[in-house]
C-alpha cells in the first residue's frame, strides 16, 4: 500500500484546511485509515480515524468538533478536514493504513497502522 498526504500549509489561528491521502497499491487490504500528527520533541500522535467501511470513525479528544475525517473508496481517498486551527494543532500529519480485522472499535495506536504516508506540515501562526 502506497500513501500520498497533502494539503498542509501555514494558516492563522481559526483558519481551516483540507488534508487529503490519495491510496494506491493493494487497495483491498484497507481496513481502517488514520490522520496522526507529530509535533518537533514529541511523539507521534492520534488524531482521527475511519473505517474503509465509513461506518466507524473517532477522533482524538483534542480534535473533537474541530476536525473531520471522510474517506471516498471511488477516489481511494481519505480526507482530513481541520477547522478552527489552533497553534497547539501545529504539526506535520501522516496519513496512515490499519490492515487489521475489523473489529468494534476505531484502532488508535501507532503500532496498530502498518503502512504510512510522508507527512504534510501543518503550521498556525498568526
Known amino acids: 500500500v502506497q500513501l500520498q498526504a497533502s494539503g498542509g500549509g501555514l494558516v492563522q489561528p481559526g483558519g481551516s484546511l483540507r488534508l487529503s491521502c490519495a491510496v494506491s497499491r493493494n487497495i483491498f487490504l484497507i481496513k481502517y485509515m488514520g490522520w496522526f500528527r507529530q509535533a518537533p520533541g514529541e511523539e507521534r500522535e492520534f488524531v482521527a480515524a475511519i473505517s474503509w467501511r465509513g461506518d466507524m470513525s473517532a477522533y482524538a479528544d483534542s480534535v473533537k468538533g474541530r476536525f473531520t475525517i471522510s474517506r471516498d473508496n471511488a477516489e481511494n481517498a481519505v480526507y482530513l478536514q481541520v477547522n478552527n486551527l489552533k497553534p497547539e494543532d501545529t504539526a506535520v500529519y501522516y496519513c496512515?493504513?490499519?490492515?487489521?480485522?475489523?473489529?468494534?472499535?476505531?484502532?488508535?495506536?501507532?503500532?496498530?497502522?502498518?503502512?504510512w504516508g510522508q507527512g504534510t506540515q501543518v503550521t498556525v501562526s498568526s
Open positions: 496512515a493504513v490499519c490492515i487489521l480485522p475489523y473489529v468494534g472499535s476505531v484502532p488508535r495506536r501507532v503500532g496498530d497502522f502498518a503502512y
